[in-house]
C-alpha cells in the first residue's frame, strides 16, 4: 500500500482520475490535429523538420511519423494508426480519428460516474457485434474492373502528388 493512500484513500483515486484525464487529452490533442486533412477535401499540413526541409502533406501516415510526439498515450495512438497504414495502405487518420472519439465519449461517461472497467467491457462487445454485423453484410464476389479503379483512387487522392 502506498504513502499516498494511507494518509488519504481519496488521494489514489485522484491521481487515477487525473492520469486519466490527462491520456484523455493527449488523444483529443493529436485528434484535433489530424481531423481537418480526412477526406478528399481534407486540409494539407506543412511540417518544417529542424534543418528546414518543408514537407506539404495531408497523408495521416507521413504526419504521424513526422511529427514528434512526446505524450505516451498520444504515441501509442500513432503507434496503432501507423501499424493501419502498414497493414491496410490506408486508414491512419480514420484510426486516430476513432479512437479520440471513443475516449472523448468515454470521458463523458467516467464522468456521469460508470467505471472505465464497465467502459472497456462495453467496448469489448461493441466490437465483437460490429464484426458479427459486417460479416453478416459483407458482400461476396468479384469485384469488376471500375469498383477495383475507384477503391485504388480513392485511396490514393492522399498518396500522389497531383501537380
Do not use: C, W
Not at 30 to 46: F, S
Not at 98 to 120: C, D, F, M, Y
Amino acid at each position: 500500500m502506498s504513502a499516498i493512500s494511507l494518509l488519504n484513500p481519496k488521494a489514489e483515486f485522484a491521481r487515477a482520475a487525473q492520469a486519466l484525464a490527462v491520456n484523455i487529452s493527449a488523444a483529443r490533442g493529436i485528434q484535433d490535429v489530424m481531423k481537418t486533412n480526412l477526406g478528399p477535401k481534407g486540409t494539407m499540413k506543412m511540417l518544417v523538420s529542424g534543418a528546414g526541409e518543408i514537407k506539404i502533406t495531408k497523408d495521416g501516415n507521413v504526419l504521424l511519423h513526422e511529427m514528434q510526439i512526446q505524450h505516451p498515450t498520444a504515441s501509442l495512438i500513432a503507434r496503432a494508426s501507423t501499424a493501419m497504414d502498414d497493414a491496410t495502405g490506408d486508414g491512419t487518420t480514420s484510426t486516430v480519428l476513432i479512437i479520440g472519439e471513443l475516449l472523448k465519449q468515454a470521458e463523458n461517461l467516467i464522468s456521469e460516474g460508470v467505471h472505465p472497467r464497465v467502459l472497456t467491457e462495453g467496448m469489448i462487445k461493441a466490437r465483437d457485434k460490429a464484426l458479427e454485423l459486417l460479416e453478416k453484410i459483407k458482400v461476396e464476389g468479384k469485384p469488376d474492373r471500375q469498383r477495383l479503379y475507384d477503391v485504388a483512387t480513392t485511396s490514393l487522392r492522399t498518396k500522389v502528388d497531383r501537380n
